[in-house]
């Protein structure tokens, strides 16, 4: 494969995650933005919502892992350290799910330091404004959720940091599918 296919994975696997949320969260009636995470949806007991969930999860880390360890080395060699490391996470919160409880706290957590590492990572070393935004974004939704100052259930923060992670993602992907060989 050359690398504007592998770049195709950097759109594709963000794609992936919101498509498998999103049919998650229509299987699973109770899910509330107001008193859920987003892995409640992958609960291996909650059998409606779980392998939807899990293996979107699953499939998007190894998407991005690949576009991390390909394509994306070449434009930054140190932020595609810290976006592999973030996709690996992402997939042991899906084979850990909430099941394992602590566990599950653990991988979820790294997720999302990898992710908000790798985006300040990409910001210096690109000087990408889009990262610049998504850090701040992500840090600040983290933020204001530890603060108490918006009532809402954690996958508010997560979706949102997540969000402003795929827009450089997605980004870093298309500039690489339209340079010229």
Sequence with gaps: MNERMYALFGVIG???????????????????WWDNALSDLGHAARIESAPCYNFGLAFTGFLVAVYAVTAFKRQAR???????????????????????????MIVSVLFFVFIGIAS??????????????????????????????????????????ATAVASWVISSAFRIIRQRS
Aim: with cysteine; charged share 10%; hydrophobic share 60%.
């Design 120 to 161: 300040v990572v990409y910001a210096v070393e690109k000087k990408s404004p889009i990262a610049v935004a998504a850090s701040v974004i992500g840090i600040g939704s983290w933020g204001l959720y530890w603060a108490g100052l918006y009532k809402a259930g954690i996958a508010v923060p997560e979706i949102i940091s």
């Design 14 to 32: 963000p794609l992936v995650a919101y498509i498998f949320i999103g049919a998650a969260i229509a299987s699973a009636p109770w899910f509330s």
């Design 78 to 104: 140190y932020a595609s350290v810290c976006l592999a490391a973030s996709a690996f996470m992402l997939q042991l919160v899906a084979v850990f799910d909430e099941i394992y409880g602590t566990l599950h």
